[in-house]
């Protein structure tokens, strides 16, 4: 089993975090770094792979490539089911679908969107609109500020249990300090301790 | 059990698309529609079930709200497994989480994001960047091309089953005739030809 990624890239980070928090041993997994800024997730061979061009992607050992992290997660909670980190009844699986999902598009999206039109980080290969990157900063913003009201009646994102919501939201407020966005302690007191709570998990730092 | 929609939204569709392949009577589903050209949305008592103000929110018999069109959708899969269309062993939910990913983040998003920025139909509420729409169009307009590509050597979007992943791709391309997007005969024959077969399914015209 492979897997092609890119360290510092939030999206690879989210899936060795998953896959550290199911007790899996990342050394027992090929890891092979794609060099990003240097096109290579665009060049021919990596593209049969994954013909969207984007990392991280799993490669399993009958040489079937799976892409997209959240299609990647998938695929270990399935094969390891402890601890559940996508829910176990129905309504638990769908409430953390829910959060997840919101992390995905009013944080993360927004905080790479921002990343993209603002840096201006990969304008050899794609157009850059700086105005709409600054907006983008300012829903990531916003959503900062939900998160920690919503941290009033919650130990974790999608309610009572740690699950790939907190991963997600995690990761993208890390990856939000590229944009220079940072949590605010005179704003958001919840937010900071539970990001400090997330942040002192083993498979944080791997 | 509530569905809370706008009826020629893309998302809903999604959701009823689903509800009905799984053969449940929609019937059976009280379907409330709330004005989103008029800000319904927005207002408190909606953002009371949803804080994201977005549509589809199924509410369940015990007040219970989800949103999030996948969460929905997750949540009739694990209450009616027959048909899946996520999926049945794990690597089947994988590859149809990808494509569904795929589906969302290359096609769905792009087609919504250049009708938000090129109509301006939400700049009552939102910053309209009109050029970042046009952008993307054009990467809307080359998921087509892909898509054509890719369905010589498959049925579906996913393979060679009908899932979620079909679902959410023919609600896109249907949606994309708003900004007046069409499939074109000259270079597009396969997908063409897929998106009559998709069409034809009952639970397309619910």
């Known amino acids: 089993m492979k897997l092609y990624e890119f360290e510092r890239a939030p999206n690879p980070r989210r899936v060795r975090f998953f896959i550290a928090e199911k007790g899996i041993d990342l050394a027992s997994i090929e890891r092979i770094q794609i060099d990003i800024g240097g096109g290579e997730n665009r060049a021919a061979e990596f593209r049969q792979m994954n013909p969207m061009g984007t990392v991280p992607v799993l490669e399993l050992d009958d040489g079937t490539a799976l892409s997209e992290t959240m299609a990647i997660c998938r695929y270990f909670e399935g094969n390891h089911p402890e601890p559940a980190l996508l829910g176990q009844s129905v309504i638990e699986q769908a409430t953390i679908e829910m959060w997840n999902r919101r992390m995905e598009f009013n944080l993360l999206l927004p905080v790479a969107m921002a990343f993209r039109h603002t840096t201006g980080h990969f304008s050899d290969r794609e157009n850059v609109f700086p105005d709409y990157g600054s907006d983008c900063g300012q829903s990531a913003q916003r959503m900062f500020d939900f998160l920690n009201d919503h941290l009033a009646d919650n130990d974790y994102i999608a309610g009572r249990q740690f699950s790939v919501a907190d991963i997600t939201a995690v990761v ?29 998990r083993p498979a944080a730092s791997v």
């Open 172 to 200: 993208s407020i890390d990856f939000a300090r590229v944009i220079k966005m940072r949590l605010d302690p005179d704003k958001h007191a919840r937010l900071i301790d539970w990001h400090e709570r997330i942040s002192a």
